[in-house]
T-cell receptor, first 117, second 113 residues
């Protein structure tokens, strides 16, 4: 069963507008972390934002915010005031505990965002 | 500068010819991991290591080996590469805390003919 689901393979947004990238997850572990990464065309993976399962408030980092709805198991990324440089692939990832005090990071299939001028 | 380095960045090889992709980090991270990225599948974890001499399988370990003899290095070994291992490979590292961010290397694009 897929643990991280990103249902939007591709999206367009007009420059300066806000956009929401969807991410749903599946875990029975009460302790987990949710991450968003950006991958521009150059290929590197850039960390954007983190949300812990016990965090009471939604995470924010500059123009990025994470709309965390625990009961619905969703962790959508909101980018405000889109810029041309936001055009990239975006990955949602979940870190979950596994036995022996170790953990693994599971990625969704990604959403390609294109910002129109 | 804090970073994760990978070498080589690009590699074209032939089926069956053993190869090693090196990964090194200078942040004293306990946790290191290898991923492969394929179109439509996102990143899938190959192997990970919680600390020196501690390694474990990820979701797609078949055809790969790793070792962790030193904290800073985590090489990925393909003993007998096959065309289905053509992919973009990322090494990543972090501290061993569930909240800690994983830092990624620049990626290695491997083509197996």
């Amino acid at each position: 069963a897929q643990k991280i689901t990103q249902t939007q393979p591709g999206m367009f947004v007009q420059e300066k507008e806000a956009v929401t990238l969807d991410c749903t997850y599946d875990t029975s572990d009460p302790s987990y972390g949710l991450f968003w990464y950006k991958q521009p065309s150059s290929g590197e993976m850039i960390f954007l934002i983190y949300q812990g399962s016990y965090d009471q408030q939604n995470a924010t980092e500059g123009r990025y915010s994470l709309n965390f709805q625990k009961a619905r198991k969703s962790a959508n990324l909101v980018i405000s005031a889109s810029q041309l440089g936001d055009s990239a692939m975006y990955f949602c990832a979940m870190r979950e505990d596994i036995m022996d005090s170790s953990y693994k990071l599971i990625f969704g299939s990604g959403t390609r965002l294109l910002v129109r001028p | 500068e804090a970073q994760v380095t990978q070498n080589p960045r690009y590699l074209i090889t032939v089926t069956g010819k053993k190869l090693t992709v090196t990964c090194s980090q200078n942040m004293n991270h306990e946790y290191m991991s290898w991923y492969r990225q394929d179109p439509g599948l996102g990143l899938r974890q190959i192997y990970y290591s919680m600390n020196v001499e501690v390694t474990d399988k990820g979701d797609v370990p078949e055809g790969y080996k790793v070792s962790r003899k030193e904290k800073r290095n985590f090489p990925l070994i393909l003993e007998s590469p096959s065309p289905n291992q053509t992919s973009l490979y990322f090494c990543a590292s972090s501290f061993a805390d569930i909240t800690d961010t994983q830092y990624f290397g620049p990626g290695t694009r491997l083509t197996v003919l």
